[in-house]
């Protein structure tokens, strides 16, 4: 749950899409995406967060 909390926080807050996130922040986006999937979540491009 940490992880989606400060992922959701800093894509409010301070990126546009998870592509710059990812960019930004040396983080392989696919594997991120896998750890969050893992838990239930999904990035929505649309509203530019997991849920």
């Not at 926080?9 to 592509?19: A, N, V």
């Not at 986006?29 to 838990?39: C, P, V, Y």
Request: hydrophobic content about 40%; proline content about 2%; charged content about 35%.
């Amino acid at each position: 749950m940490m992880l989606f909390s400060v992922i959701n926080m800093k894509l409010r807050d301070h990126y546009p899409s998870l592509d710059a996130l990812c960019d930004d922040m040396d983080i392989d986006r696919k594997t991120l995406e896998e750890k969050l999937k893992a838990a239930g979540f999904e990035y929505s491009e649309a509203h530019n967060k997991f849920w």
